[in-house]
């Protein structure tokens, strides 16, 4: 196992991640990939150039047990697992440093050599040496502007932190991106080109560095037992943090422990999941939570014109509706089944995106405003600032669950929230739960996993009562 790391955000650590799995897949390995944190788009690009899907790794949405059953199993499937960190190494609560510390995954952590030459192994060796309850294996040097210049920011790393590749800057390299982060993998064409372009990168830098098969095999195929020592818990911003282990129980660990499941209580119900490019922000996970409490899922592409199927629940997740705001519009039975799904007193949940599609208008970053729905009454606006951005634990009345919140629109609703979320950083973002009858919205994105027995319990309901015991 390894873990991919930087010291900030933009360094590199998709691409590089994604450059090393398709290396891999091309020498005929099994690859398994992981993404730290909250985060949908990144996934999709590594798991086309992985092959397999992308789970999230967050101590706080899933808590600790439900991360090493993921690595365990990938682990025993895999030839080599990768971990995708998120921002820099150090930054937020829980950080990717702890996720490593906490399950002993070796680092190698990616810089930007753009315009450094030897303070490149100054920064280098800082991070290594920063906290001493994580291990870095090794460091790669992106965008460097030649060969000569990938010697001169060798120079200075200490011999237990070897320069593994250094790729040379090339502009065709990078994905495009729009305002919530990298375009869609899955609107890309020519997406495996450019990811065989990039492990075509990876391999040239590596004979610039010492290597990836120079880090001790043990080091990067096989996940250490979790750490033992307490303070690791807590210790989110700096080594020298003073909380106990306690606050890190109460604030990280998951909050579906005390909610025993019946094998499968929604054995029988269909839910049906919209999922394309304008429905696209579904973790894994979540599918397979529903699967596991015994549903059938059925997905279905608003976007290729297809029709709502018969279903007892339905899920709208996040994405662009504000890019396929006419396509939706042209969908002639898009808008009045879902009114009838509703009418029929059968749940809906619409996160984010999801939720936007069911208001009554909805304005696009170019200011045109589309008609939706009209089954939510309010308006949304996408606007070229971010709105909210972070981790969120909301009560729903069957129990609590997790997720995050990441929007460049604002609502206005008439509608009284049911109850709001909060941030366990104390961060300002507070999203409101609302519920109208048989519908539940957010801009919340839940991860399902945190609780099945709230999701279980909100699916076997009618017009949002329930009426099946779990």
């Excluded at 989110?236 to 660990?253: C, E, K, L, T």
């Excluded at 957010?442 to 009618?462: C, G, I, R």
Aim: proline fraction near 8%; aromatic fraction near 6%.
């Amino acid at each position: 196992m390894l873990f991919i790391s930087a010291p900030a955000s933009g360094q590199g650590k998709t691409s590089i991640t994604a450059a090393i799995a398709r290396s891999a897949v091309r020498r005929g390995q099994r690859v398994r990939v992981f993404k730290t944190g909250p985060d949908y788009l990144d996934p999709m690009v590594l798991a086309r150039a992985s092959g397999h899907p992308v789970y999230q790794l967050d101590l706080f949405m899933g808590g600790e047990d439900h991360c090493r059953s993921l690595l365990t199993t990938a682990a025993a499937q895999a030839d080599l697992v990768l971990v995708e960190g998120v921002m820099g190494l150090f930054d937020g609560a829980p950080s990717s440093a702890d996720l490593a510390a906490r399950f002993g995954l070796p680092v190698l952590v990616v810089l930007d050599a753009s315009g450094m030459a030897q303070t490149f192994a100054a920064v280098a060796t800082g991070l290594a040496r920063y906290r001493s309850d994580i291990h870095v294996a090794g460091v790669v040097a992106n965008r460097v502007g030649s060969p000569h210049h990938a010697r001169m920011v060798a120079e200075g790393l200490p011999p237990d932190l070897p320069l593994v590749a250094a790729l040379q800057r090339q502009e065709a390299l990078s994905l495009p991106e729009r305002h919530l982060g990298l375009v869609q993998a899955l609107e890309l064409p020519d997406i495996d080109a450019r990811l065989d372009a990039w492990a075509d990168a990876w391999e040239a830098g590596e004979a610039l560095g010492v290597g990836l098969s120079a880090i001790p095999h043990s080091q990067i195929t096989q996940c250490a037992a979790p750490q033992t020592d307490p303070s690791i818990n807590t210790r989110f911003s700096s080594p020298s943090s003073a909380s106990s282990s306690a606050a890190f129980s109460d604030r990280f660990s998951a909050p579906f422990s005390d909610h025993p499941l019946a094998e499968t209580p929604l054995s029988g119900l269909r839910i049906a999941v919209a999922q394309d490019a304008c429905f696209s922000f579904i973790y894994p996970a979540n599918l397979d939570t529903l699967r596991a409490l015994g549903a059938e899922v059925l997905c279905f592409s608003p976007l290729a014109g297809e029709s709502l199927p018969a279903c007892d629940g339905l899920w709208l997740p996040g994405g662009y509706p504000e890019l396929h705001a006419a396509a939706l519009q042209q969908h002639v039975t898009l808008f009045p089944s879902l009114r009838q799904h509703l009418e029929a007193g059968k749940p809906l949940l619409a996160e984010c995106g999801g939720m936007l599609v069911l208001l009554d208008t909805l304005t696009d970053a170019e200011g045109q405003t589309h008609s939706m729905a009209g089954l939510m009454p309010g308006s949304a606006r996408l606007q070229p600032r971010l709105a909210a951005l972070g981790l969120q634990s909301v009560d729903w009345p069957e129990g609590a669950l997790r997720g995050h919140s990441f929007h460049y629109s604002t609502m206005e609703t008439p509608l009284t929230p049911v109850a709001r979320a909060s941030n366990p950083n104390g961060g300002r973002t507070a999203e409101p739960l609302y519920q109208q009858g048989a519908l539940r919205a957010s801009y919340l994105h839940h991860y399902f996993p945190s609780n099945p027995a709230a999701v279980a319990a909100f699916f076997q309901s009618v017009d949002g009562h329930r009426v099946r015991p779990a």
